[in-house]
Structures are given as structure tokens and as C-alpha cells.
């Protein structure tokens, strides 16, 4: 396999520190392969030699303390397209937080789901907001 074949596959890869973790791969500006670890972690540069491909494109992880399933190129990818955190109806922990989003957020917890919103009719969007 080739550089270009590594980038956007979900992998685990050799490094100090690093066992353990998935990732998916991309290319930087310069051309070095590193893994993203999702919103909250650094990404790491990697080698072709690094990567270990990954059969499944699931896995599980503790979120809030509950074990959850997650496709596992959207793991931590809520708020990066959920509308709400673009919304100005959203006010969490309000009086005046979106009826919807209230909703939503209530089942969540009670399901241990993730639910971002793709579509709503409500939308307005938050030109203040910056994710
Ligand atoms: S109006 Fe829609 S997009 Fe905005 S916070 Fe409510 S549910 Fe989310």
C-alpha cells in the first residue's frame, strides 16, 4: 500500500506512549501522515510502518462512565456538526435553552446516547460562536 491509500482509514499504529489508541489517518501540509485522535487529543506523526489497519469501523469507549459503541470516525465529532452548538437558541443549563435541544440532551443522558442534530427547522444561527 501507498501513502494516499493510509489517509482517512481508522487505524491503531506503533508509538511510545500510544498503545491502544485509534485513530484515523490524514496528511499535514508538508506531507507527513499523522493519526487525528479525535477533538480532544493531539495528533501524532506516523510512518507507513506505524499503521495498523483496523477491520471494524466501530468501537467502544466510556463516555460519561457508561461503555457506549461509536462508528469510530465520528467519535468526538459531535459538536463539530451538531447544530445546536452553532445556535443561538441553545442556552444549556438555562431557563431559556431550546425546548428541542432540552429534550434531546434529557433523552440523552437517560439512554447514554450522542445525538448531534443534523437538520432542524428552528436553527438560528450563532455568528459568535466558534466551535
Ligand atoms: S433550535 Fe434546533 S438547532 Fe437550535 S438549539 Fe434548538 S434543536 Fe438545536
Redesign the pocket.
Known amino acids: 500500500m501507498e501513502k494516499r491509500d493510509f489517509i482517512g482509514k481508522y487505524v491503531k499504529f506503533k508509538k511510545e506512549g500510544f498503545k491502544g489508541f485509534t485513530g484515523i489517518v490524514n496528511e499535514d501540509a508538508k506531507g507527513d501522515l499523522y493519526v487525528d485522535l479525535g477533538n480532544d487529543y493531539p495528533v501524532v506523526l506516523v510512518t507507513i510502518k506505524d499503521i495498523i489497519l483496523i477491520e471494524s469501523e466501530f468501537e467502544q469507549y466510556f463516555h460519561h462512565a457508561t461503555k457506549v459503541w461509536v462508528r469510530s470516525k465520528l467519535k468526538g465529532k459531535h459538536r463539530e456538526y451538531c ?2 452548538f452553532a ?1 443561538e ?2 442556552h444549556p443549563g438555562e431557563n431559556n435553552n ?1 425546548e ?2 432540552q429534550k434531546l440532551y434529557d433523552l440523552c443522558v437517560r439512554c447514554g446516547l450522542t445525538t448531534p ?1 443534523f437538520e ?1 427547522p ?3 444561527e450563532n455568528k459568535g460562536v466558534v466551535l
Open positions: 447544530l445546536c445556535c437558541r441553545l431550546c428541542i435541544a442534530v432542524c428552528h436553527f438560528k
